[in-house]
């Protein structure tokens, strides 16, 4: 199987790392890490990626924002999101899907949901 | 005897002639007929003789080779409906078994995604020994493994008789009042070091402070340091499920040491820095 490249922006380690932990499954799996969306753009300008995990809630720069910057940028507007979040409000839902993600899952996260709708993303 | 006589004797003789061949022809005839009756009564005794074998026959088909077959197909077809009884019944096992592996795996899953929320929270607490970064980390679990919206970490000081607000969220740290041990709910629990669950809060906002969801005493052997308590669960998150149970009691151990030992690490590199300058002032 072909490496898949992944990549988790959030400002929890420990959410990384238990998003890590669930990535971690997919055979052939790459996962890159970046704890805010400024930094979390900068390592998708510089990698191939297949997919984003992200959080709304981070310093620097929110998850929203660094959706509509993706969707908008010619280069990246087609590698699916994933917005990871506590914000478990209708609007925040509704929002985050206009700007442009795929999928809304809500903390505390499951790995075998998280996993399914990654796969089913990735048409795995 | 004149020339008449003669043919009128001659007449009688051929008549006589013909008679006799008549009646030879006559008893042929009847000869005939009596060995067609005959043929015909032995025909008949036959015909009557096979059909009371071809009656016989009917009455007894297990007789003979084709009773024989009979026999043998008719144990055949019994044993197959044996065997085919058996594979149903193995096929109903291995269904069952089926169901069985299938409830099994997602039971696999759902431990294995409970083994590696207690994993990432154990490791992520044992990951520092700076105070403020395990009391951060001790935050983001209640956040993000457990699902708290509004909760407080407390430390006991034993001078004061208190438990006194280190850390907080969603609410802020200077709304959260110092509580005196053995008051309330959670004085209570923390002397008694006894975990508190509610199982019926209040929706009433004014009690919010004073009826927790969850109080967790943070304890060292037997020493309490201090608590854990939820106020609140984000809104997505409908009740507790039985690994938030696990953590909670994972918390109420590592948490504990955590922060004591980044309180100690914290202690001992400020007295250290101190002896540090001391003896560089009398190094000069």
């Known amino acids: 199987m072909a490496s898949l490249t992944f990549l988790i922006i959030e400002d929890s380690p420990t ?4 998003i890590r932990f669930a990535l971690n499954r997919i055979p052939g799996a790459e996962i890159l890490e970046a704890s805010d969306g400024v930094d979390g753009l900068k390592k998708l300008s510089s990698n191939n990626v297949d997919l984003i995990l992200t959080d709304i809630n981070m310093p620097i720069m929110d998850g929203l924002k660094l959706v509509s910057l993706v969707r908008s940028n010619e280069a990246f507007k087609d590698v699916p999101i994933i917005i990871i979040t506590t914000e ?37 | 005897m004149s020339i008449q006589d003669t043919e009128e004797k ?20 009847q000869e ?6 005959k043929e015909n009564e032995r025909l008949r005794f036959q015909v009557v003789h096979l059909e009371e074998v071809v ?23 019994g044993q197959y409906e044996v065997r085919l009884s058996e594979l149903k019944s193995r096929l109903s096992e291995v269904e069952a078994e089926n169901v069985d592996f299938a409830q099994r795996y997602i039971d696999v899953e759902e431990q294995n995604n409970n083994l590696a929320n207690l994993y990432v929270a154990s490791f992520q607490l044992h990951s520092t020994l700076d105070y403020q970064e395990v009391l951060q980390i001790i935050l983001e679990i209640i956040i993000n493994l457990i699902g708290g919206e509004i909760f407080a970490i407390y430390l006991r000081d034993e001078k004061a008789k208190t438990l006194n607000p280190e850390a907080a969220e969603g609410v802020a740290i200077s709304d959260v009042l110092r509580i005196p041990l053995g008051e309330g709910v959670i004085g209570q629990a923390v002397l008694a070091n006894e975990s508190y669950f509610n199982d019926n809060p209040s929706e009433d906002l004014a009690e919010l402070y004073t009826n927790p969801l969850v109080c967790i005493p943070l304890t ?5 340091i201090g608590a854990i ?13 039985p ?24 202690e001992s590199k400020r007295k250290l820095s101190t002896y540090q300058g001391f003896l560089d002032l009398l190094s000069k």
Do not use: C, N, W
């Open chain 1, 88 to 124: 478990g409000a209708m609007e925040d839902r509704e929002r985050a899907m206009a700007l442009g993600a795929d999928a809304y899952i809500t903390k505390p996260i499951q790995s075998t949901a998280l996993l399914s709708t990654v796969k089913e993303l990735l048409k795995l």
């Open chain 2, 32 to 37: 005939f007929t009596q060995d067609l009756l």
């Open chain 2, 243 to 266: 690994v938030d149970f696990e953590l909670f009691t994972l918390l109420a151990g590592h948490a504990a040491t955590a922060i004591f030992s980044s309180r100690l690490f914290t």
């Open chain 2, 220 to 224: 060292i052997q037997d020493d309490v």
């Open chain 1, 15 to 18: 959410m990384r790392q238990l």
């Open chain 2, 229 to 241: 308590v939820l106020f609140q669960l984000l809104q997505q998150k409908v009740t507790f499920a």
């Open chain 2, 10 to 29: 001659g007449k009688k003789t051929e008549h006589l002639e013909r008679g006799e061949e008549f009646l030879e022809m006559f008893r042929k005839g």
């Open chain 2, 55 to 77: 009656k016989k026959e009917l009455e007894a088909p297990d007789s003979g080779q084709q009773s024989s077959m009979s026999k043998d197909l008719s144990e055949k077809l």
